[in-house]
Structures are given as C-alpha cells and as structure tokens.
C-alpha cells in the first residue's frame, strides 16, 4: 500500500467525537427564565398573631389570662410583670448594632426571665407585648421572637395607655 | 513550492472538524446557574415582594406565607397591594383608632371577597386573612391603628410579614 492511499484513507474514518450539546441548551434557555421568572430571593415569613387589645379598661379585663404575662416597653426599661410573677426589671439600653434593636445585654437578661417564667408556668404559651406609641416595629418583634424562643410562642400586641408608660 | 502546497492542504484538512461552535463553556455556565436558581426557586408556598423602599424586620419565625390581602406601611403611606389607601399622617392625624380611608377601602375588598365566596362551595371557602409589610421603622401607634381597623373591618387573622434571618 502506498504512502498516498494511506494518507487517503486516514482522512475518509476521521470521526466527529464531539458531544451534540445543542439540543440540551435549547432545554438550559427555556427552562433558566422559567426558573428565575418563580424564583424567591428574599425569603419572606410570618408571624401569626392576635389583634391588638382595646386600651380601655373593661375590654381589657374580659380577655385577661390566669398569669397574665406580659413585657412592657418602657423608656428606660422592659418590665416583666404578671399575676404571681415576681416583677423584673431589665435596662433599655440603646443598641450599638442597627440590625440588632435589642442590646445583647438586654436581650440575655429577657432571655432568662422569660425562660425562668415559662419553666415556672410549662401550660402558659401566651404573653403579651405592652408598647409605647413610639416603639419600633423592629424591637417589637424583636421581644417576640425572644419570647418564641423562650416557649411562649402566642404573643399578643397591647398599646400602653400613654405614652412612654 | 512543492513542499509549501502539501502544508497548506494539511493544514486545511486539519481544520474542518474545528468550524462549530464550542458550547462547553457555556454550557458550563448554564449548569452553574440552573443550580442556582433551582436552590431559590419555591414551588407552591405564596411568594410576594414588598414594595420598593421597604425594609421588613428581621426574624427568626418561620411560618410560611399564605394567599392573603396584603397590606404595605412604609415611611410615608399604607398600600393595599400596590394602591395608595392613606398617608402616615393622615393615619396619625385620625381622631380615634380607626383610619376612614383605609376602612372604606377594607370593606370594599370584603364585600368583592364575600361575593367570590357566596359562588364557591363552603368547603372551598377561606379565612379572611390580612398580611401587614411593615417597614422595620414604623411606630407602633400607626400599627396599631392599621391592626385595629383590619380587625373593625372583619377579616379574622392577621399575619405580620417578616424577612427570615439568615
């Protein structure tokens, strides 16, 4: 067999090895603006909770609790109060981190309160948020989630009868 | 000459495979962001974006969302879904704790929704929720009066919507 006709003959078996990707990318493009069109990138949840209660005396006293626990937000302190539950007091004091609005000094000391109470009274799940007028929403949910991590996961929204009390 | 020709040919032949386009690279990239989106991606739950400019509280409650009425308070205005209702300071400004616009626009839902669910079978019916966005700065007057006239204008539960910490 001569030089050439090998030559020849090497060119003609010369076979495409190369996977046909097209098709699959057809699928890739149809199916990544599907994707991103359903996708969450910010994952939104919920509190479920009660309504705010009626500020005035007699509604308030038809939907009273046996313990009655509740946090009231005061200027200058978190008081944790409640029928046979000895009154704490724990510092409001400014937090220096903005994503966090409770201090962590603040937030411990209510940690072990609401722990200690919740330990005290295992049937009691509800608790009450007592704010001010001009409390953040933030810090209000912040106290929830401290008292959901404490086992008292039905927190209810109560206004103060004025401001800053 | 001779010897130029044959190289020239060779490299010719060499060639002919090599003319499509490569797609592995891409290909590459479409894999990595297929996976990406696949991760975020919610099949079912409810999903809803806050309006621009708000930034909902931070927490650790992990209550999935569910259909519902959306109620947005930003800095400046209460929205029902993307429709101005009222203005913080009219909120402010109102005598008691009812906020009239946003009540006569709650009933107004109410009675679209009570309408709906008079053609649909009692087993198909619903619980009126309402889902408050509110922005993390917002007092708690203003929620308050928002929660209190929602709960005048008869829709049973209310949810508060919350980003989940990371």
Redesign the interface.
């Known amino acids: 067999m001569s030089a050439q006709s090998r030559r020849l003959r090497s060119?003609k078996q010369?076979v495409?090895c190369?996977l046909e990707?097209?098709p699959?990318?057809n699928v890739?493009?149809v199916?990544?603006p599907m994707?991103?069109m359903?996708?969450?990138?910010?994952?939104?949840?919920?509190?479920?909770?009660s309504?705010?209660r009626a500020v005035d005396g007699t509604s308030a006293s038809q939907i009273q609790t046996p313990l009655e626990l509740a946090i009231r937000v005061r200027p200058d302190a978190y008081l944790v109060e409640g029928a046979g539950v000895v009154l704490q007091t724990i510092p409001r004091v400014a937090s220096t981190n903005a994503?966090q609005p409770l201090a962590p000094e603040a937030a411990s000391a209510l940690t072990r309160v609401l722990l200690g109470v919740a330990a005290s009274h295992p049937e009691n799940k509800d608790i009450r948020i007592i704010?001010?007028?001009?409390?953040?929403?933030?810090e209000?949910?912040?106290l929830?989630?401290l008292a959901?991590?404490a086992g008292l996961p039905q927190a209810a929204?109560e206004?103060s009868v004025s401001k800053g009390v | 000459m001779r010897r130029f020709r044959g190289r020239r040919r060779r490299w010719k032949t060499r060639g002919l495979g090599e003319t499509g386009l490569s797609l592995t690279s891409l290909m590459d990239i479409l894999t990595c962001l297929l996976f990406f989106v696949l991760k975020s991606f919610v099949a079912g739950g409810e999903t809803t974006v806050p309006p621009p400019g708000l930034e909902l509280p931070a927490s650790t409650a992990d209550k999935a969302m569910v259909t519902s009425l959306v109620i947005a308070i930003d800095q400046d205005e209460i929205l029902i879904g993307s429709e101005h209702v009222a203005t913080l300071k009219e909120a402010a400004e109102s005598k008691g704790m009812l906020i009239e616009p946003l009540a006569a626009r709650l009933a107004a839902v109410r009675q679209q929704m009570d309408e709906i669910a008079g053609q649909q079978a009692a087993a198909q019916r619903r619980p009126r929720i309402v889902t408050i966005q509110g922005d993390e700065d917002i007092e708690f007057a203003v929620l308050q009066k928002v929660m209190y006239t929602v709960n005048q204008g008869g829709f049973d539960d209310i949810a508060l919507a919350v980003l989940k910490k990371a």
């Open positions: 060119s010369h495409n190369d990707l097209r699959l990318m890739f493009i199916l990544i994707l991103l359903s996708a969450v990138f910010i994952e939104i949840r919920v509190i479920e909770m309504m705010p994503k704010a001010a007028s001009d409390t953040h929403y933030q209000i949910v912040a929830m989630d959901r991590a929204l206004g």
